[in-house]
């Protein structure tokens, strides 16, 4: 509690994404995560193989845009570091903690942006993504398991009916996932997409006991690799259940895109 406690306090973080909850949520993801390492392990694992295949043959690496980086521990930073020119981390909130971390690597640089494209008055502010997509020397970006988490923060508030101008609760999940696969559409580099897209709550016994679409009813073409990630064993959400997400990673999400929209 004091660690958190500290990691809250020692992190810059901007007034509007502070009241949007986003320190509280990186904070306690920064927890949760030390407390599942082991379960969250095997995800990782994934992530990174995707995230490799991904920059494998590129013909060039100047820029990596990792859009979501959070606690950087879901993307080979080192890697991605050693093989591009510039590495461009973004998150509404970088802990003190993550901060740290990266200073040893002289070409990884932190972006703050809220990155669900609305303005503090709840009215579609534009496409976050446009100034990274303008950038003609982003060669790849990876979209580090934001996906699902964008709506997190307007649910709240829209069903706390604290903005007025925000779409309904209900809207808010489809608008803002189909706003951040739209910006994704706007790049020219390659786009390798992980996302989590369906939470499953288990029994001990292994029956489901319920299943919730994390993506806004959003069909996605197929993926190059599906796993399950384990956000909750046993005990951490509570005693007698363990909350399961089914994830999908993309070495090259608009390639699989044009695929599926071809067939
Ligand atoms: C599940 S975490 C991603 C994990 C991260 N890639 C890692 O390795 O730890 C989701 C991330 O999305 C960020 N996020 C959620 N909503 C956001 C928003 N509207 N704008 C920018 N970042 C956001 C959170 O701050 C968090 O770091």
């Given at each position: 509690?004091?660690?958190?406690?500290?990691?809250?306090?020692?992190?810059?973080?901007?007034?509007?994404?502070?009241?949007l909850?986003?320190?509280?949520?990186?904070?306690?993801?920064?927890?949760?995560?030390?407390?599942?390492?082991?379960?969250?392990?095997?995800?990782?694992?994934?992530?990174?193989?995707?995230?490799?295949?991904?920059?494998?043959?590129?013909?060039?690496?100047?820029?990596?845009?990792?859009?979501?980086?959070?606690?950087?521990?879901?993307?080979?930073?080192?890697?991605?570091?050693?093989?591009?020119?510039?590495?461009?981390?973004?998150?509404?909130?970088?802990?003190?903690?993550?901060?740290?971390?990266?200073?040893?690597?002289?070409?990884?640089v932190?972006?703050?942006r809220?990155?669900?494209?609305?303005?503090?008055?709840?009215?579609?502010?534009?496409?976050?993504?446009?100034?990274?997509?303008?950038?003609?020397?982003?060669?790849?970006?990876?979209?580090?398991?934001?996906?699902?988490?964008?709506?997190?923060?307007?649910?709240?508030?829209?069903?706390?009916h604290?903005?007025?101008?925000?779409?309904?609760?209900?809207?808010?999940?489809?608008?803002?996932?189909?706003?951040?696969?739209?910006?994704?559409?706007?790049?020219?580099?390659?786009?390798?997409?992980?996302?989590?897209?369906?939470?499953?709550?288990?029994?001990?016994?292994?029956?489901?006991?319920?299943?919730?679409?994390?993506?806004?009813?959003h069909?996605?073409?197929?993926?190059?690799?599906?796993?399950?990630?384990?956000?909750?064993?046993?005990?951490?959400?509570?005693?007698?259940?363990?909350?399961?997400?089914?994830?999908?990673?993309?070495?090259?999400?608009?390639?699989?895109?044009?695929t599926?929209?071809?067939?």
């Amino acid at each position: 509690m004091l660690a958190e406690v500290l990691v809250y306090l020692t992190t810059p973080c901007p007034t509007a994404h502070r009241r949007l909850g986003h320190l509280k949520a990186a904070v306690d993801l920064w927890s949760r995560a030390g407390r599942c390492a082991a379960a969250w392990a095997p995800h990782y694992r994934q992530c990174w193989s995707v995230v490799e295949r991904a920059m494998a043959d590129l013909p060039r690496r100047r820029k990596v845009v990792v859009l979501g980086s959070g606690l950087v521990r879901d993307v080979p930073v080192a890697r991605l570091a050693a093989a591009f020119e510039t590495v461009l981390l973004v998150d509404a909130v970088h802990l003190s903690i993550v901060r740290l971390r990266l200073v040893r690597h002289r070409n990884v640089v932190l972006v703050t942006r809220d990155l669900a494209g609305l303005a503090s008055d709840g009215r579609p502010s534009g496409d976050p993504l446009a100034e990274f997509a303008a950038d003609p020397e982003v060669d790849l970006v990876v979209s580090a398991n934001l996906l699902s988490q964008i709506p997190l923060a307007y649910e709240d508030l829209a069903a706390a009916h604290t903005i007025a101008t925000l779409p309904q609760p209900d809207a808010i999940g489809p608008v803002l996932v189909a706003g951040h696969l739209a910006g994704l559409a706007g790049f020219r580099g390659r786009v390798c997409l992980l996302t989590d897209t369906e939470q499953r709550t288990v029994d001990r016994a292994g029956r489901v006991l319920e299943t919730v679409d994390l993506i806004g009813g959003h069909r996605l073409p197929v993926p190059d690799a599906c796993w399950t990630w384990t956000l909750a064993p046993f005990g951490e959400d509570g005693p007698e259940h363990e909350l399961v997400h089914a994830v999908v990673g993309y070495v090259d999400f608009n390639r699989a895109l044009r695929t599926s929209d071809a067939a």
